[in-house]
């Protein structure tokens, strides 16, 4: 079992749409937990960043963790064609700083 | 806030020359910066970490004396890829940690590399 699943997709919606991202995880050690957005040929971008069990919201995004479950979720409100990119999620333990990431979900929003 | 350059964004070279990619926080100092490769359509894999003042940390499987990593101030890093070969190809992206309470990546927009 890999440390940390994430279907690769493609989604594709309708832009407007609400779309929901998932990550589940193995270890409980991890703690933090960040969403990147990925555009074709371009670095990672930060979106989100979580820390505890619960939601968080910035604009359009909402974060949602579950450690119980060892559950991660991204979701998208009005989904606009810009948010087309790779969506990965990434997890850290407490002990260092390295990151662990999901494969990346392709999203494709079409207008 | 909080960005992170590359340079070269693209290089080509030929096989058996060593190519050196720079990565710099523009706008905060970094005791930590990571470097990843990426393939076609596949996630990011850690290489290394390279800290200020100090030897690079390679994962497992990662040639130290291939991938050269040197971090000699609190903005840059490099990584230099000796004597490439084509499987060297890549995409080459490095992340800087903001040093504070959530300690967050940010990543630089990645170095093409291909090598012929």
């Known amino acids: 079992q890999k440390e940390v699943e994430q279907d690769p997709g493609p989604l594709s919606v309708p832009e407007g749409a609400i779309v929901s991202l998932n990550c589940t995880y193995s270890n409980s050690a991890f703690q933090y937990f960040m969403w990147y957005r990925q555009y074709s040929r371009k670095g990672p971008e930060l979106l989100m960043y979580t820390y505890s069990s619960g939601n968080k919201e910035d604009g359009r995004f909402t974060a949602q963790v579950d450690k119980s479950s060892k559950y991660i979720s991204l979701f998208i409100r009005d989904s606009q064609p810009s948010d087309s990119a790779t969506y990965l999620c990434?997890?850290?333990?407490?002990?260092?700083?390295?990151?662990?990431f999901g494969k990346g979900t392709l999203l494709t929003v079409n207008p | 806030g909080a960005v992170v350059s590359q340079h070269p964004s693209r290089v080509i070279c030929k096989s058996g020359t060593s190519v050196k990619i720079e990565c710099r926080s523009l706008d905060f100092q970094a005791t930590t910066m990571f470097w990843y490769r990426q393939f076609p359509k596949k996630s990011l894999m850690l290489m290394a970490t390279s800290n200020e003042g100090s030897k690079a940390t390679y994962e497992q499987g990662v040639e130290k004396d291939k991938f050269l990593i040197n971090h000699a101030s609190l903005t840059l890093s490099t990584l230099t890829v000796t004597s490439a070969h084509p499987e060297d190809s890549s995409f080459y992206i490095c992340s800087a940690r903001l040093a504070g309470p959530y300690n967050e990546q940010f990543f630089g927009p990645g170095t093409r590399l291909t090598v012929l």
């Open positions: 990434a997890l850290r333990g407490g002990s260092n700083y390295k990151l662990t």
